[in-house]
């Protein structure tokens, strides 16, 4: 598998798992901040899709290594 593909594959894979974080942190913090009525949907938002972006960006390059 060539370099350029594999940083193709964690770049993708950042991409979808920051806006997979972003779109669940921004329903969590809205519902957080309904209940509780604390406005804190950006941070959580932010904090939500940097976390599962670093996720599916280390499993992207763990993957990468593994021929099938």
């Known amino acids: 598998m ?13 991409a979808v798992g920051g806006a997979v974080g972003g779109a669940v942190g921004a329903v969590y913090g809205t519902y957080e901040a309904v209940r509780y009525k604390i406005r804190h949907i950006g941070q959580t938002t932010l904090g939500s899709a940097a976390i599962f972006g670093l996720f599916l960006g280390a499993g992207s390059l763990i993957h990468c290594g593994k021929s099938y």
């Open 2 to 14: 060539a370099k350029d593909s594999c940083l193709a594959r964690i770049t993708a894979g950042v």
